[in-house]
Nanobody, 124 residues
Framework: QVQLVESGGGLVQAGDSLRLSCAASGRPFSTLSMGWFRQAPGKEREFVAAISWIGGTTDYTDFVKGRFTISRDNAKNMVYLQMNSLKPEDTAVYYC?????????????????WGQGTQVTVTS
């Protein structure tokens, strides 16, 4: 079992930055690939970013490339999502997820464990 706890969400203005954090416990963190997803009201949960076991490979959806950065600290069992130049359309609940796959993945169904989510609201 893996437990994931997100933090760092909040209410910001367009153009601001936020850093989301996800603390993992319950399984050697370095054996998990990690991802961030988000879900806006009335929409499906969608992929945002992912990072492989040792952080050598990252992947981003097109609408966050160049603005968001995913990173991990295996010594601290943490994964982060640095979000810059935020836009109102980034408003959503952001979820941290963990997968036993070695490589990063965009597929929700590859992720076995999910956090409870943290709300990000961006005003114009």
């Amino acid at each position: 079992q893996v437990q994931l706890v997100e933090s760092g969400g909040g209410l910001v203005q367009a153009g601001d930055s936020l850093r989301l954090s996800c603390a993992a416990s319950g399984r050697p963190f370095s054996t998990l690939s990690m991802g961030w997803f988000r879900q806006a009201p009335g929409k499906e949960r969608e992929f945002v970013a992912a990072i492989s076991w040792i952080g050598g490979t990252t992947d981003y959806t097109d609408f966050v490339k160049g603005r968001f950065t995913i990173s991990r600290d295996n010594a601290k069992n943490m994964v982060y999502l640095q979000m810059n130049s935020l836009k109102p359309e980034d408003t959503a609940v952001y979820y941290c997820a963990a997968s036993g796959r070695v490589a990063s993945t965009r597929m929700k169904y590859d992720y076995n464990y999910w956090g409870q989510g943290t709300q990000v609201t961006v005003t114009s």
